[in-house]
């Protein structure tokens, strides 16, 4: 079966930086995508790989290796605003995405 | 602005009625999706469209309905046949089946 796992939750302090997970087993890949999700509204894009490497956009940055099945969202310089849920999708051989559960960011002070 | 607005933001229902939930873009996009998210669970997919006149079922399309009349709009009908219909209900488009995915505010709808 297709499978995405990410943690459930995570904390960070305000001002460091903190590494989400994301593993996935699907029938193919033709990219993976990171969305930001605030609690109750839409989620909105953050981030697009589909060759392996470091793809950075300001404070935030992704990583992918297809060989590992494994990417990160790496975010910098916390800001209390970052506080949401982070999904991960992959877009499998028939072009369908597959979503993960999200995790859960919560910044503290 | 270009955009995507889902109506109403909440919406209540009383157990064996249809209710139809409303979803339009502006965007130009081909591509429009319906999903359901439930606490814990990643999204899941109801329907999808490519193109005016056609759509496909997703992973969990029994109980519900579409159309797909106009590019702009892609309405979908929560029927009584859905064991369990609360939930947050997210629609999408995209210029193509694999590229960024803009997204509605979301309905909340509740069954009681």
């Known amino acids: 079966g297709q499978n995405i796992d990410q943690p459930t939750e995570m904390t960070a302090t305000e001002g460091a930086i903190v590494q989400i997970n994301c593993t996935y087993q699907t029938s193919g890949f033709n990219g993976l995508f990171w969305y930001q999700q605030h609690a109750g509204e839409a989620p909105t894009f953050l981030s697009y790989n589909v060759l392996d490497g470091l793809e950075e956009k300001g404070r935030f940055s992704s990583f992918l290796s297809r060989s590992k099945g494994y990417s990160y969202l790496l975010l910098k310089e916390l800001q209390m605003k970052d506080s949401a849920s982070y999904l991960c999708?992959?877009?499998?051989?028939?072009?369908?995405?597959?979503w993960g559960a999200g995790t859960k960011l919560i910044i503290k002070p | 602005d270009g955009g995507i607005t889902q109506s109403p933001k909440y919406l209540f229902r009383k157990e064996g009625q249809n209710v139809t939930l409303s979803c339009e873009q502006n965007l130009n996009h081909d591509a429009m999706y319906w999903y359901r998210q439930d606490p814990g669970q990643g999204l899941r997919l109801i329907y999808y469209?490519?193109?005016?006149?056609?759509?496909q079922k997703g992973d969990i399309a029994e109980g519900y309905s579409v159309s797909r009349e106009k590019k702009e709009s892609f309405p979908l009908t929560v029927t009584s046949a859905q064991k369990n219909p609360t939930a947050f209900y997210l629609c999408?488009?995209?210029?193509?089946?694999?590229?960024?995915?803009?997204f509605g505010q979301g309905t909340r709808l509740t069954v009681v």
């Open positions: 999708a992959v877009s499998d051989s028939n072009y369908q995405l597959i």
């Open positions: 999408a488009s995209s210029a193509t089946l694999n590229t960024e995915a803009f």
């Open positions: 469209s490519q193109i005016v006149n056609d759509f």
